[in-house]
């Protein structure tokens, strides 16, 4: 494979740091929109929005209006990877940073359902599909300023520290979150719920601040006169296999986050009699301790390889999603916080701390943008956007047991692991160079 540029491994130290804050900045606040959506989905979304029905009915409408952003993400990915690939990375995540915390501003402001009925729901998924459109461009384009200014052999610590704006922002919503549980449940369903959405208004204009004087990337500047017309066709032509690899590889952490925290938030708390305030806790606790983990775990796919840290994470997650459930049925809370943390600090920890990096050593440069927002947001699609509801359903539909959930769980993990199996090494290969 021949070298294409060197712009990767000149990058100055100024420009390395900045890069990292720019790209931390907008993954925290992809991510903090997005877990609390789905927090609130769980919690008070199905009594706010979606009244009138069954619990369980309310549940899963609640969990399809959570599910509504992720059908946008795919576009999101194909149209700002479109000008991400053609005229560069900065420009194209001011405007993703803006759309994703705009989306869930406006959802705090939202009058709810017993206010104007029907139009209550309908504002909420169309906001929710705002977010998706942001979300979809933005993970492209934030891993990328992070990996494209990586000095040579630190793209797995670089890539992992974009990734640290996932645990930061699932900690401060779940804390947000849990602060706002500790008021009694009227002051909560008639304003509080607003006050972690507003906040987003805050977080926005802050990530707006850091990217503002943001350079374009040395790689995408080396190679910014062969950007394809078309860089989803061009994907669609030069890289099929590990389109399909990258977005299967993903589906166990997709699926398996969305099952423990998601569903299980719920789940737990209305089925198996765990207070609110053990489950948003234990996660608040595994949050903090996975951004300590993650660049350890990106230091080592530096250090032995991206696929056998990958693949520990899926074996990990599917083994124990068998005991998950049984030992939060248990009701020891210690033991609780103890499953909550192995599973998303260390199980899908191993996964998520390196995917923007391994997914990305996956493409080309003049399709790297749009190659790993399709990869990233289809499987998010496939694999995340369905899994609350898909969950919710086979638990009713087996009297609330847990099991069907784990089985479904554990089968995906054996479809991540496959398809990690049928990956390159990249660890070693030059992020400028065409991938064969």
């Known amino acids: 494979m021949a070298e294409a540029s060197t712009g990767t491994a000149t990058a100055s130290r100024a420009t390395t740091r900045r890069a990292l804050i720019a790209s931390v900045s907008g993954s925290f606040l992809e991510w903090y929109d997005f877990y609390l959506f789905g927090i609130a989905a769980g919690l008070v979304f199905p009594t706010l929005f979606f ?68 139009l209550a729901p309908i504002l909420l998924i169309t906001f929710r599909l705002v977010q998706g459109l942001g979300i979809g461009g933005e993970f492209g384009g934030g891993a990328l300023v992070a990996l494209e200014n990586a000095p040579r052999g630190k793209r797995g610590i670089m890539g992992s520290i974009h990734q640290m704006g996932t645990p930061i922002g699932l900690l401060t919503a779940t804390g947000v979150f849990a602060l706002v549980q500790l008021l009694p449940r009227d002051v909560v369903e008639g304003w509080a719920w607003r006050i972690p959405f507003l906040l987003s208004g805050l977080f926005v204009l802050v990530a707006f601040y850091i990217r503002r004087n943001l350079p374009e990337t040395a790689a995408f500047t080396g190679e910014e006169h062969s950007a394809p017309r078309f860089p989803f066709l061009a994907l669609l032509r030069e890289h099929p296999k590990n389109i399909l690899i990258a977005t299967g590889a993903r589906l166990a952490d997709a699926v398996t986050f969305n099952v423990i925290n998601v569903f299980g938030i719920a789940f737990a708390t209305t089925q198996l009699g765990l207070p609110e305030h053990v489950m948003l806790t234990g996660f608040v606790i595994a949050s903090a301790v996975e951004i300590a983990t993650i660049p350890l775990i990106g230091h080592l796919s530096d250090r032995v390889g991206r696929r056998p840290v990958y693949l520990f994470g899926i074996v990990l997650c599917g083994g124990l999603g068998f005991a998950y459930f049984p030992i ?109």
Request: charged share 10%.
């Open 51 to 118: 009244p009138g029905s069954s619990p369980t009915a309310a549940m899963i409408q609640s969990f399809g209006a959570f599910a509504g952003g992720f059908v946008t993400r795919p576009l999101g990915a194909v149209l700002f990877g479109h000008f991400g690939d053609r005229v560069g990375r900065r420009r194209m995540l001011m405007i993703t940073v803006s759309l994703m915390g705009g989306g869930t501003f406006l959802i705090g402001l939202l009058p709810t359902y017993s206010s104007i009925g029907v």
């Open 328 to 436: 939060l049925d248990g009701g020891n809370t210690l033991a609780v916080w103890a499953i909550i943390v192995v599973m998303l600090a260390v199980g899908t920890g191993c996964m998520f701390a390196i995917q923007g990096t391994l997914f990305a050593e996956l493409f080309a440069t003049r399709t790297r943008y749009t190659g790993l927002g399709v990869a990233y947001q289809s499987s998010a699609l496939i694999g995340g956007a369905p899994t609350p509801a898909i969950a919710t359903a086979l638990a009713a539909a087996f009297a609330q047991s847990y099991w069907p959930v784990a089985i479904y769980m554990g089968l995906v993990c054996l479809v991540s692991f496959g398809c990690i199996l049928l990956a390159s090494e990249t660890y070693r290969d030059d992020l400028v160079n065409t991938p064969q």
